[in-house]
């Protein structure tokens, strides 16, 4: 069997799908994807199918390790989103051969149900409490949202207050048998982030995601070290290598993205490293079907898996949702805030080629907002 072809789609909302084909009509199915970024990435994955075509498409571990070391320049997260989504492609060709699901040639499934969170509020949450109690009623036992939008470098009273206040009424929307995570996105300062963490612990949040970016991880263990509230970072670490030094820090929850680091290769191997450290993982994955596909895969076999963020009904997807791209949706169909382990070969879904390729490039690539200060200075993400 050799590949024979791989072809991209740029999908509504903001979504980058691969497609690689074998001369047996064996197709798999991955996506790769930086957001606000795909057009790049686009041309990343056909450059790195020159390696692939023609190749033996069960040869996995080969084709990662020619993809990300085969070159003078590596990493970063326009190449491992390129090669993560050919990973997720060749995974879902190699169980479609063995007609097996993924979880099962890496090892058996440990759990039968992946327990999921849903997103609420925007980059300016409001209402917060009307939000999480849609999410209760729809079966979610976890929500996350957004500290905040814009902050200033040093917390004022009023942000700090209107940051604890947004999970006051998460809690008391959600009661004591439900979880919420909170979400800097690294728009906090490592100051803001120690100011602001002990009045959150009062209200027992998950764990607290992105509470500084990621070039400033080395100041992390500043962070760890005081927190009263569990720690959680990753999705904009690409690497086994990215995520050491947050793992040596005390983080408590890592958050690698099978469309950014690697593919479903290199975060099986993340989540091996994460439990020598006794680190949970929570894959990041606010993107479309492949991605939480290929995230669910990796859960069920992963002993220690802590719960899988889900794009469906997030303020991003404007125009589509996951669901849309598939033929059969029940595979990412929730059962009281889970996801059930399916036996279905490969990835488990069953993507519809025609709605993709009636999509592909009926939207422009989005981009991320660019915030300024109040006085004007560029305000980071």
């Not at 925007?122 to 929500?143: H, L, S, Y």
């Not at 995230?295 to 589509?320: C, M």
Request: net charge negative; aromatic share 8%; with cysteine.
């Amino acid at each position: 069997m050799k590949i024979t072809r791989v072809e991209t789609f740029a999908v509504p909302p903001r979504w980058l799908l691969c497609r690689v084909e074998t001369d047996d009509g064996v197709v798999g199915w991955g996506e790769p994807m930086v957001e606000g970024r795909a057009a790049t990435v686009r041309t990343a994955v056909r450059e790195l199918s020159e390696l692939l075509v023609g190749q033996d498409p069960l040869r996995i571990e080969d084709h990662w390790q020619t993809m990300t070391k085969g070159s003078f320049y590596r990493g970063g997260p326009v190449l491992s989103s390129a090669v993560a989504g050919l990973d997720q492609a060749l995974w879902d060709i190699a169980g479609k051969v063995y007609g097996a699901p993924v979880y099962q040639l890496l090892g058996g499934p440990v759990r039968d149900r992946v327990r999921a969170y849903s997103w609420v509020g925007g980059d300016e949450p409001a209402q917060i409490a009307e939000a999480v109690r849609e999410q209760v009623e729809a079966g979610f036992t976890a929500v996350k949202m957004n500290a905040s939008g814009r902050m200033n470098r040093l917390a004022t009273v009023r942000d700090i207050d209107e940051v604890v206040s947004r999970a006051a009424a998460a809690r008391e929307a959600l009661g004591d048998d439900r979880d919420f995570a909170v979400d800097f996105h690294g728009r906090f300062t490592v100051a803001n982030a120690a100011k602001l963490l002990p009045h959150l612990a009062p209200y027992n949040p998950l764990f607290v995601e992105e509470p500084l970016l990621p070039e400033y991880t080395h100041r992390l263990r500043d962070l760890t070290a005081s927190s009263p509230v569990p720690l959680a970072l990753g999705e904009r670490l690409y690497s086994r290598t990215d995520v050491l030094p947050a793992l040596t820090a005390g983080v408590a929850v890592l958050q690698p993205d099978l469309s950014h680091a690697g593919g479903i290769s290199e975060v099986r191997r993340i989540a091996a490293l994460a439990e020598t450290f006794d680190v949970l993982l929570a894959p990041h994955c606010p993107l479309g079907p492949v991605s939480l596909a290929a995230s669910l895969q990796v859960a069920f076999t992963t002993p220690n898996f802590l719960i899988q963020e889900q794009s469906v009904g997030i303020h991003y997807n404007v125009g589509a949702g996951p669901l849309d791209y598939l033929l059969d949706t029940t595979p990412l169909r929730f059962h009281d805030g889970h996801l059930l382990r399916t036996t279905a070969p490969g990835l488990g879904i069953e993507v519809d080629e025609k709605a993709v390729r009636a999509a592909d490039d009926t939207v422009e690539d989005w981009h991320n907002p660019l915030w300024r200060h109040t006085d004007g200075s560029f305000a980071e993400w």
